[in-house]
């Protein structure tokens, strides 16, 4: 009798066992096709960008690609310069970063290490809400707002100019780059700042001196989102920074920056398989590629500053 | 008897100290000797901690915190905690050590020079003289004059913490506030810093809380047995240990307490 309960308590145990079992393998694989589904995007867009691309340099010579100062693939004397585009992108980029990096990092640190706690909760909604506002708002905001404003200053500045549309997209991007910055910022142990005032040290001093470089891996990871946010924006330089190809660096000046000029080629009617048509591959992996680039190089400043306290 | 002919550093006077509501002091009076080492002792949560925060004005940075009362400092016989006076000021004069080493994301040299750097010594010559003096006061030297350019991580837990007193030394303290200085080290690094307060107090004035009562006893002068908030018995190391005035204190020190 004791025995038969003891068996019968066994395998409703290894029932109920079984069934957590096979309930924890069922969430695993469920995460796993998650993941999954990520990776299988991720390569399937590589994927498309190589084959469409290699496409592209069968007809046009990688080296031509490269050297060619000029970028008019729809002139019969067709060049595929891809400096011209990645010129507008460099500077315009340029531009956005040196409004959104010093900016956000000044309202991390202020966010972070002075200001009180109810002005924080009340300031950072609306920062974040800056993130929020679609691009093809604030590229208007720039075309029919800021460098009107700007004309005003400058009577030379043609309507269509990387400046504004550099200086809008800045506004954009601060709040990537200063969230992010404020969470590491926030996340240094208060034992450091201790250590800090008990030298003697002002708040300044201490925001600057010792909590920056404490959290200085998670602000590099703020900046590299927000360089891999510049340098991706589309919306707001389609509409602001004019859309024709101008090897330049001069802010004041329009230009097309490799995206502009992919929503312009996608847009139109080229027949699909023109070389036209295929530079908007070779214009895509080439901005993948730089994106890439730059996060490789956030991940290895990352691993050599990364926080130790 | 000793007490008398010895000068008083600081003086705590009817100090009370509230977090918000809670009041974490009540009416501590105390002297702390010069160039003596004061111990204070007593059960986890007494307020050792707090009543050593309120020397250097730790309490202000944040918010809801009251003192009431005075501590002197001695020569000028400054009120430390009176309004006029500007916390960094106070911690200027006043070093702090750390329970667990704190050292900053920096080299091991920029962290001892970082006291110099915040009190604007601009002499490049200064600086370094002052970092290897300090390092040697700290008994470092010989251990990091390799790597005084590479992080303070790199360095052990013991190490570490004798850099921070080095960091702490560097700036020429009046008084040094050493909360539990040793709780995360082992007993090697332990005796190297026990050996290094005992050396420090010909020229620094010590205040050291500690939950060990043995290292009381070797490297205090003076102790001070804390409970809940209140100061029971004061008093000379030894005679405090061999004979204690308070039925409490002996309780404690002998380990029935509770
Ligand atoms: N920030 C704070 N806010 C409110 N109460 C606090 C705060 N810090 C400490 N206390 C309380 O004040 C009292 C004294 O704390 P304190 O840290 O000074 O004790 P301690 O003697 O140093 O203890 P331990 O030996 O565990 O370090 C305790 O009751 C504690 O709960
Ligand atoms: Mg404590």
Redesign the interface.
């Known amino acids: 009798m004791a025995k038969a309960t003891a068996a019968l308590h066994g395998t409703a145990y290894l029932a109920s066992r079984r069934a957590r079992h096979i309930r924890e393998r069922l969430i695993e694989v469920l995460l796993f096709f998650a993941a999954l589904i990520s990776v299988v995007t991720t390569v399937a867009i590589v994927y498309v960008l190589v084959k469409e691309s290699v496409v592209f340099f069968e007809q046009v010579p990688l080296r031509d690609f490269l050297t060619d100062r000029q970028w008019t693939p729809l002139f019969d004397d067709a060049h595929f310069g891809i400096v011209v585009l990645l010129s507008g992108t460099l500077t315009s980029s340029f531009v956005a970063l040196a409004v959104a990096i010093p900016l956000g990092t000044i309202i991390a640190i202020y966010l972070s290490e002075f200001a009180p706690y109810r002005l924080r909760e009340m300031v950072k909604p609306v920062l974040e809400m800056l993130g929020g506002v679609p691009t093809i708002v604030y590229g208007y905001f720039a075309l029919l707002f800021v460098t009107p404003l700007l004309q005003k200053v400058m009577p030379g500045l043609p309507g269509f100019n990387l400046l504004s549309a550099g200086l809008v997209m800045g506004i954009m991007i601060i709040p990537y780059v200063s969230s992010i910055s404020e969470d590491a910022m926030r996340a240094v ?1 208060m ?12 708040r300044f ?1 201490t925001a600057t ?2 909590v920056v ?2 959290a ?1 891996s998670g602000i590099a990871s703020a900046y590299i989102l927000g360089i891999s946010r510049a340098v991706g924006e589309t919306m707001i330089l389609a509409v602001a920074g004019g859309m024709q190809p101008n090897l330049t660096f001069n802010p004041l000046e329009p230009a097309a920056t490799i995206t502009a000029y992919i929503v312009q080629v996608a847009l139109g009617d080229l027949p699909h398989g023109s070389v036209g048509y295929q530079t908007i591959f070779a214009a895509g992996l080439t901005l993948m590629l730089f994106t890439l680039a730059c996060n490789l190089a956030g991940h290895v400043l990352r691993k050599r500053f990364r ?3 | 008897m000793m007490e008398q002919l010895l000068a008083t550093k600081a003086e705590a006077r009817s100090l009370s100290f509230y977090y918000g509501d809670f009041q974490a002091l009540k009416g501590i009076s105390m002297p702390v000797h010069e160039r003596q080492v004061t111990a204070l002792i007593g059960p986890s949560g007494c307020g050792k901690s707090t009543f050593l925060r309120c020397f250097n004005r730790m309490h202000d940075l944040y918010p809801g915190n009251r003192y009431d009362g005075q501590i002197i400092l001695q020569p000028d016989n400054t009120d430390l905690l009176a309004r006029s006076i500007d916390p960094i000021d106070v911690r200027m004069r006043i070093g702090m050590v750390f329970q667990k080493p704190n050292p900053f994301p920096k080299t091991v040299f920029e962290n001892v020079a970082y006291g110099l750097r915040v009190r604007g010594e601009r002499s490049r010559r200064a600086v370094e003289e002052k970092v290897e003096q300090a390092l040697h006061d700290a008994a470092l030297w010989d251990e990091v004059k390799e790597r005084l350019h590479q992080p303070a991580y790199n360095l052990s837990g013991g190490q570490q913490q004798r850099l921070c007193i080095a960091r702490a030394l560097a700036t020429d303290p009046e008084l040094l506030l050493f909360d539990e200085p040793t709780s995360a080290l082992d007993p090697i690094a332990t005796a190297s810093i026990e050996e290094l307060m005992h050396d420090l107090k010909k020229r620094v004035t010590i205040l050291i809380v500690t939950h060990n009562m043995q290292q009381a006893a070797r490297v205090s002068d003076f102790t001070a047995y804390m409970y809940l908030g209140e100061l029971v018995e004061f008093g000379v190391t030894d005679e405090l240990f061999i004979k204690p005035q308070k039925k409490q204190t002996e309780d404690y020190i002998t380990g029935r307490f509770g």
């Open positions: 142990p034992a450091l700042r201790e250590g800090s005032y008990a030298m003697g040290a002002t001093q001196r010792v470089p404490a200085f926080e130790a306290y």
